[in-house]
T-cell receptor, first 118, second 113 residues
Framework: AQKVTQAQTEISVVEKEDVTLDCVYETRDTTYYLFWYKQPPSGELVFLIRRNSFDEQNEISGRYSWNFQKSTSSFNFTITASQVVDSAVYFCALSEARSKTSYDKVIFGPGTSLSVIP | AAGVIQSPRHLIKEKRETATLKCYPIPRHDTVYWYQQGPGQDPQFLISFYEKMQSDKGSIPDRFSAQQFSDYHSELNMSSLELGDSALYFC????????????FGPGTRLTVT
């Protein structure tokens, strides 16, 4: 069975601090995809990143970076120099790979609510 | 670029009423997924369709039914609504012949009073 755990329910940081959101996943699939989504108070799901299981390279996009470690089944997300606009719920998610270019239904973790205080 | 369209965006119903949510996938997308997100919860997969056939089923109540039509749009029908059905319902679409992404719609917020 697939499962995603986000141990941090809520995190509060002061603006400009760095913050890391933890994600641990379980799957029996040999090929799978991992994701991070942001859900601001308005409710929409904002796609942040997708990684496949055969690519363990870390990725940086502006103030965002992701650390994928297959050995520990973790896919952590770091926001550098946090801003008030980063306040949202962040979901880590997992999906079975349907092929090299597509995936199946998305299994979400419980989410981490991040509050960035000015 | 065209996105997934969901209508209505907000819906208020009373207990025991019926609701129909609609999803219009991105053009040329053949697969639709429905997710339900209760207050303070993560989105949970309900059901999916590929080429108008049900392809997978999650924790969808028997009171709910869904289908995908010939133009690939999908409708989620919910009957005998309960207070616990109040949630944000997301539709997502993808293409099995294309690459990658499952694009999420903006969601329909259903409130049952």
């Amino acid at each position: 069975a697939q499962k995603v755990t986000q141990a941090q329910t809520e995190i509060s940081v002061v603006e400009k601090e760095d913050v890391t959101l933890d994600c641990v996943y379980e799957t029996r699939d040999t090929t799978y995809y991992l994701f991070w989504y942001k859900q601001p108070p308005s409710g929409e799901l904002v796609f942040l990143i997708r990684r496949n299981s055969f690519d363990e390279q870390n990725e940086i996009s502006g103030r965002y970076s992701w650390n994928f470690q297959k050995s520990t089944s973790s896919f952590n997300f770091t926001i550098t120099a946090s801003q008030v606009v980063d306040s949202a719920v962040y979901f880590c998610a997992l999906s079975e790979a349907r092929s090299k270019t597509s995936y199946d239904k998305v299994i979400f973790g419980p989410g981490t609510s991040l509050s960035v205080i000015p | 670029a065209a996105g997934v369209i969901q209508s209505p965006r907000h819906l208020i119903k009373e207990k025991r009423e019926t609701a129909t949510l609609k999803c219009y996938p991105i053009p040329r997308h053949d697969t639709v997924y429905w997710y339900q997100q209760g207050p303070g919860q993560d989105p949970q997969f309900l059901i999916s369709f590929y080429e108008k056939m049900q392809s997978d089923k999650g924790s969808i109540p028997d009171r709910f039914s869904a289908q995908q039509f010939s133009d690939y749009h999908s409708e989620l029908n919910m009957s005998s609504l309960e207070l616990g059905d109040s949630a944000l319902y997301f539709c997502a679409s993808s293409s099995r012949t294309g690459t990658y992404e499952q694009y999420f719609g903006p969601g329909t917020r259903l409130t049952v009073t």
